[in-house]
């Protein structure tokens, strides 16, 4: 194993998205090589042990995960030196890849994936993609650009180029980059002065901070679903946000590829029982989310107290 390269993996989750992450580990297995070692690190808070055993008998002699509780490792690490984090930022799972690269200094580079995705290459070839001397790599946001609504926010709330805004659940990120800029005491600097509106979170966030130092990637790497639901003919990484789970419904674009790794999952049968069971109450609290989604980016650039913070703040500079 000494020989081998290492490619590191980070996920983020909590009991709810076991069933999904299982899957996405299940791609990373069936399309590894022998000439790398995968080390899938998983950060969590509340993580059962029922759980933690599950997912570890996904581990291969070149598939090695690791579990680390947020709760305990996140407030050693960062807890004293960043005190003026407001408490509820603690309990979301979303911000942990913003405060990898500090965690784990002993990594320059590494990859980071949400857990409703599924890979349909060797990962290793994402991890080997040139940043250029860029912070990260990542892809278009097809929410963000299919909707009017969003599009006006992402433009006239954030001031980014939609063409230019990215979506963060699957993230190549270059971590020496990111300690020497000091990215996180930047981030909660910005959160702490300018506690935005937003609509994405951490999203919008590394949006803001990483403009101008981010690799666009192709739409490969990161097939979201679009309005036009058209399976995508060469997908790298397929990626079932927001709303379209195929665990939900029968229609979803490129779902033949979750529903081929999830075969191979322990949770086969409670993913074929939750779409099954997903009711049209469900689905129609779903179309009430996208909904609300649209107007909130509308009053957010109506209001225009976001775009009024993020010209005031100095934190963004990189």
């Given amino acids: 194993m000494t020989n081998l390269k290492e490619i590191p993996i ?64 996140f407030t050693e690490k960062m807890g004293s030196e960043h005190t003026k984090l407001r408490g509820d930022y ?3 799972t979303i911000y942990f890849r913003l405060f990898i690269a500090e965690m784990f200094d002993e990594l320059d580079k590494a990859i980071y994936l949400d857990a409703d995705t599924v ?13 250029q001397g860029n912070l990260l790599a990542a892809a278009p946001d097809t ?56 609509l994405a979170a951490d999203q919008d966030y590394l949006n803001l901070m990483a403009f101008g130092h981010v ?14 639901k058209v399976d995508d003919s060469n997908p790298q990484i397929i990626h079932y946000c927001l709303f379209y789970k195929p665990w939900h419904y029968s229609d979803i674009q490129n779902e033949k590829y979750f529903w081929n790794y999830a075969s191979n999952s322990n949770y086969y049968v409670l993913l074929r029982q939750e779409r099954d069971l997903y009711s049209e109450e469900d689905k129609q609290n779903d179309n009430k989310n996208v909904h609300y989604l649209l107007e909130k ?6 209001a225009g107290e976001t775009r009024k913070k993020i010209e005031s703040s100095r934190a963004l500079e990189l």
Avoid at 53 to 70: C, D
Avoid at 215 to 228: D, G, V
Avoid at 297 to 302: D, G, H, Q, R, T
Wanted: glycine share 2%.
């Fill in 143 to 198: 929410f963000a650009t299919d909707n009017p609504e969003t599009v006006k926010y992402v433009q006239d709330a954030l001031g980014i180029p939609i063409n230019k805004y990215f979506n963060s659940g699957v993230l190549l990120m270059d971590l020496a980059q990111f300690r020497e800029i000091k990215f996180a005491s930047r981030f909660l600097k910005f959160l702490n002065t300018y506690q935005l509106d937003v």
């Fill in 215 to 228: 690799l666009p990637l192709e739409r490969i790497w990161n097939a979201t679903p679009t309005i036009q």
């Fill in 10 to 73: 980070f996920y983020s989750i909590n009991d709810k998205y076991v069933p999904y992450l299982s899957v996405s580990i299940e791609s990373i297995i069936e399309n590894a090589s022998d000439d790398n070692i995968y080390r899938i690190k998983i950060l969590y808070q509340k993580l059962s042990k029922g759980s933690i055993k599950e997912l570890s008998k996904l581990n291969r002699n070149n598939v090695k995960i690791e579990f680390i509780s947020m709760d305990e490792d």
């Fill in 119 to 131: 890979v349909n290459c060797d990962i290793a070839d994402f991890y080997h993609i040139d940043l």
């Fill in 297 to 302: 980016a509308l009053s957010v650039v109506e």
């Fill in 90 to 92: 603690f309990t979301y």
